[in-house]
């Protein structure tokens, strides 16, 4: 299991990194600040505008504490070609923190698997590079709502009123937010209360003309991923000189097996 696909699909989740102002966050938030789903909702996302149309599958299956004494909820993630994810690409198994919300610094326990592979458990001491450092957790707080919010380098995010919005689960209410760049609109999405989970209805990209619009959702949903045993090998991250022969990377000294190459 690659890492950055991992990556991928915490951002599909509107992960922003740590790094940015509290302006350049703006531009990222798709996601509340807080995690407040209870145990059964379920949301699915169909996305199209890339060479296959994709599907998106977030479900609370159950809650407990994490590691650090906090509230947490256990949040299964499956991404595939069907709606009903029946045979799914990739599904992740994350222990979150409801008080950050869906992002890398609130998840404490991550569990991955792709195609029919089984469902394997990223070590604790790997977890930051598969989610990428959280740097500073506490994260400063958003600016209060306004119809109009600068960012940086020129971009802006502007705010619309909540009205009534088309989806293909049905009509939702949503409030509109834009993000442009000068004159070029970078995103558009809708976040609305009635949708579970991100509360977000949909998102669209217009200048790769990809969308990413909720398809379907519920409050009856059942654990679909079976966890390792205890006991089973946690997925690591090793160093480049245990690779096999084949994978090693050349020396940049101009050797190679051990053997010193002197130029003619």
């Known amino acids: ?29 798709a996601t509340p600040e807080r995690l407040d789903a209870r145990v059964g909702e379920w949301v699915t996302y169909q996305m199209d505008g890339g060479p296959q149309q994709g599907f998106l599958r977030l479900a609370v299956v159950a809650e407990q504490k994490d590691s650090q004494g906090r509230d947490a909820v256990w949040v299964e993630l499956e991404l595939g070609q069907h709606a009903e994810l029946k045979a799914p690409l990739a599904q992740f198994l994350m222990l979150v923190a409801r008080d950050t919300g869906l992002r890398a610094e609130g998840v404490s326990r991550l569990l991955v698997t792709q195609g029919f592979e089984k469902l394997q458990e990223v070590a604790p001491d790997a977890l930051p590079f598969f989610l990428g450092s959280p740097g500073n957790p506490s994260r400063p707080p958003l600016p209060p709502p306004s119809p109009r919010l600068s ?23 949503a409030e509109p937010l834009e993000v442009r ?20 209805a949909k998102l669209e990209f217009p200048p790769i003309r990809y969308t990413l619009e909720v398809r379907d959702y519920g409050v009856d949903a059942q654990p679909r991923m079976v966890p390792p045993a205890p006991g089973d090998k946690k997925m690591t991250l090793e160093p480049a000189s245990h690779l096999p022969p084949h994978f090693q990377l050349p020396p940049e000294s101009g050797t190679a097996s051990g053997t010193e190459v002197t130029p003619p």
């Open 1 to 29: 299991m690659s890492a950055l696909v991992c990556v991928l699909a915490l951002a599909l989740m509107g992960a922003a990194p740590s790094g940015l102002s509290r302006e350049g966050r703006m531009l990222f938030e």
């Open 151 to 173: 960012a940086e380098q020129g971009s802006t995010v502007s705010r619309g009123r909540p009205a009534r919005l088309m989806t293909l689960a049905g009509t939702v209410t």
């Open 181 to 200: 760049h000068r004159q070029l609109v970078l995103k558009r999405y809708w976040v609305s209360r009635e949708v579970p989970i991100l509360r977000l």
